[in-house]
Each structure stands twice: as structure tokens, then as C-alpha cells.
């Protein structure tokens, strides 16, 4: 059977988890690609008018596709990201936009909620982050310190650091309330997912080689007296094929990992033992988000095709069909009952689970 396959360029820019992605940042009413619950009302399929299984398309879209996409807190809202420099705000029951934002920094292929869902971290492609308020857009913070590329963010548990890394030679830690540049540890590949543990004094990331790291964030330390604590606590191999994109359990535990090919298996993270392996498609993984309950996943890619995996018995539930030729974004509410997801021809669809 002939693979189906994006050229790498294309690949590199559709890479968002919806993000996205840990032991990871709350994720407001909606979750990333971490599966972080919010304390916050989650939507509900009634609210969405569908049937179970049906798909909608919002009304809007976003020019040359779209890059991220994730549910808000509270009132039932997502926010997504595209090529075409622009944030839009969705209403999730009638699939209209309800205001945008456009600019360069609105450029984003991931995003990190604050845990009140009030403000959201995002990198811009000039590799800076911005730490911005949903109602108005407007700038609250802009960390710097990164040289390449930023594509995967998160906030702490308790909002008070920030980490990106992504094409640059480093993950960066800033603190949230001054912007001031605390960390940067160094890596040897591009990272395609970082996020903090619960506890918020350590870090774990997933690099494109596969390789799993943990690294301690320790602001007592002198860094120049003791280079030692910018080397990783300890990494795990988890398999050998090039990562494209990855999902933490909200405790930190599991990772999901996709690649090339169709590769997606779920690893326990300390050990790098596989635990389930998810066999469906041949196509590229481009987009993978994992649930907050850890029992649900959600993939897309090459094929045109979303599918909802049952994580406990490594089966899959459904699929559905995207419009454009690959999918580039999914994410879960936070009552698992729908998804989102984002493709290549710039449409945002949403579509019942239960």
C-alpha cells in the first residue's frame, strides 16, 4: 500500500495540537493537547444541536488554513488560529464567529490557557510568546530569550511560569508576572511538546527523535555555578520513528506520540514502555490531542480523517472527514462530548461524540 504523506514543509507548518498538550496547564472549558480539565462548565451536545457522530462546519473560516484550535471557558466558545494572521473567537453552538483578532502575533500553532480562562500564552513566529487577554486581545506580557521557531507552549498549574520551545536548540522557562527569562535547557532536536508537571517545579518534553525528558526547574540555583542543573533529569526512548506531534496525560504519565507513516502509540512516560499501540491509518499523524479523563484520543493527519480512539482497549470508536486535504488541529471539551478540529483549506468544524 502506497503511504500517504505531506511534503515536510507543509508538515512542519501544520504541526498544532490543539492543543496544546502535560502534566500541563488548565485548559479552561476545553481541552489542549495536555487533556487538562478546567473547573469551569463544559460545553454540552445538546448545546451543540448535533446528533451523535455528526460533524458541522463553522461558517467562517481561515485563509490558508488553520493552525490551532482549542474550547474556552465557560460560555461555550472556541478560539482557533490561522495562516492568515488572524484569532477568531467561535460560538460552538451556531458555529459563527464572534470577533477576531488579526496580526502577526495572532499567528499561532499552539495555545496554553490560564487556568481562569481569562488570558492565553501563544507563540508568534518571530519566536517570541505573548501572554494576552481572550476578551480583548490585548498584550499583557511578550517573553523573549528564544532564537528559532516556538511551536508548543505551556502555562504552570498555578500560572506563575511559562515554557516554549520548539525549532530553537532550547526549552526557555520565563516567569509569567515580570516576563523575566528564568531557564533555558539545552536539546539536541526540535521539541514537539513540552508542558509542566502538576507540581510546577518540573518540566517534560518530547523531542522529535522520540526521546521523553524530564528536567527540574529549580529558581534557588545559580545556573553559571552549576551547569549541571540545565541537563535533563532522565530521558526514555519512546520508538524510533520521527515524531510529528504528542499529548501528555494530565498527570504527567502517559504520552500519546504520533509520527510518520501513521505511527501513534500511547507510552507510559517514566518507563518508555508502549501501552497501546493505535492502528488506523498509513497516513502522516499530524494533530493528536489526548481527553481529561486519559481514556479517550483523538487523531488527524494525511488522510483527510479525524478518529476518537477508546485508549483502554486501543480501539477505534469513529472517524469523520474533514473538508481540506489533511487535518492540522483537534482538541476535546472538557465533558468529552465533542471535538473540534481545524484543516489545511482554513474550515473549523465541530463534531459530537456522544
Known amino acids: 500500500m502506497t503511504h500517504m504523506r505531506i511534503p515536510l514543509a507543509m508538515l512542519l507548518v501544520a504541526l498544532a495540537v490543539c492543543s496544546r498538550s502535560r502534566p500541563p496547564v488548565p485548559a479552561a472549558s476545553g481541552s489542549s493537547a495536555d487533556g487538562r480539565r478546567a473547573e469551569t462548565r463544559a460545553v454540552s451536545v445538546s448545546a451543540s444541536g448535533l446528533r451523535r457522530l455528526e460533524a458541522r462546519r463553522f461558517s467562517g473560516q481561515h485563509g490558508n488554513g488553520a493552525l490551532s484550535v482549542i474550547f474556552l471557558a465557560g460560555a461555550g466558545q472556541a478560539i482557533s488560529s490561522g495562516v492568515d494572521d488572524t484569532a ?127 528536567w527540574s526547574i529549580d529558581r534557588d540555583r545559580d545556573r553559571d555555578k552549576d551547569k549541571d542543573n540545565d541537563k535533563p533529569l532522565g530521558c526514555v526512548a519512546a520508538g524510533s520513528d520521527p515524531v510529528s506531534q504528542a499529548a501528555f496525560a494530565a498527570d504527567g504519565h502517559k504520552v500519546l506520540i504520533g509520527g510518520r507513516y501513521g505511527s501513534l502509540v500511547l507510552w507510559d512516560a517514566d518507563r518508555g514502555t508502549p501501552l497501546r499501540k493505535l492502528q488506523g491509518s498509513e497516513a502522516d499523524i499530524v494533530a493528536v490531542a489526548l481527553a481529561p479523563s486519559g481514556n479517550l484520543a483523538l487523531s488527524g493527519g494525511a488522510d483527510q480523517t479525524v478518529r476518537l480512539w477508546d485508549l483502554k482497549t486501543g480501539t477505534q470508536i469513529a472517524s469523520t472527514k474533514s473538508s481540506g486535504s489533511y487535518v492540522s488541529c483537534v482538541a476535546f471539551s472538557a465533558d468529552e462530548t465533542l471535538a473540534l478540529f481545524g484543516s489545511d483549506d482554513g474550515a473549523i468544524m465541530v463534531w459530537a461524540l456522544q
Not at 107 to 133: K, V
Request: aromatic share 8%.
Open 88 to 214: 477568531r473567537i467561535w460560538d460552538v453552538a451556531s458555529g459563527a464567529e464572534s470577533k477576531h483578532f488579526s496580526g502577526p502575533r495572532f499567528h499561532f500553532q499552539d495555545i496554553a490557557l490560564s487556568s481562569d480562562g481569562h488570558f492565553s500564552l501563544t507563540p508568534a513566529p518571530d519566536a517570541t510568546l505573548h501572554y494576552w487577554t481572550i476578551d480583548s486581545g490585548h498584550d499583557v506580557h511578550q517573553f523573549t530569550g528564544a532564537k528559532m521557531g516556538i511551536g508548543t507552549v505551556a502555562l504552570s498549574a498555578d500560572g506563575k511560569l511559562a515554557a516554549g520551545a520548539g525549532q530553537d536548540t532550547a526549552i526557555h522557562v520565563w516567569e509569567v508576572a515580570s516576563g523575566k527569562h528564568l531557564r533555558q535547557f539545552p536539546v539536541n532536536a526540535n521539541v514537539v511538546r513540552v508542558a509542566f508537571e502538576p507540581d510546577n517545579s518540573h518540566l517534560r518534553s518530547v523531542e522529535g527523535d522520540g526521546r521523553v525528558c524530564t
